[in-house]
């Protein structure tokens, strides 16, 4: 089994909202996906937490998609992950998570096409 990716917010110089992933190695700065969201893959402003906010989706879905894959994630709600996760932060200290969290947060969430078959 392949070792947890794990994902640190904390708050820059700046106060942007920034997010550091890390397999064990050199951690890199996480940014948006371009093709999802061209207006916030270059902005450093692009991620926030804490807050229900268009910021905090973009850093939910980046986080769905990275740690479980575009397949996977499509299948899940983002909102109800910003919800349940994401604003529960605190803006002040830095904050941790890694991909088997995220992986059983998704297993316990219905996805959006099995509510659709209900």
Not at 61 to 84: N, P
Request: with cysteine.
């Amino acid at each position: 089994m392949a070792a947890a990716k794990w994902y640190r917010g904390w708050i820059a110089v700046g106060g942007e909202c920034r997010v550091m992933a890390s397999t064990g190695g050199m951690p890199w700065v996480l940014a948006a996906d371009p093709a999802e969201f061209p207006d916030r893959a270059n902005d450093a402003k692009s991620f926030n937490w804490g807050v229900p906010s268009r910021a905090t989706y973009v850093l939910a879905r980046t986080l769905l998609v990275d740690a479980l894959g575009r397949e996977a994630a499509d299948r899940l709600d983002t909102g109800q992950f910003m919800a349940e996760v994401l604003v529960h932060f605190a803006k002040g200290p830095d904050w941790q998570l890694n991909t088997n969290q995220i992986a059983r947060w998704a297993e316990s969430t219905p996805s959006k096409t099995s509510e659709v078959a209900e």
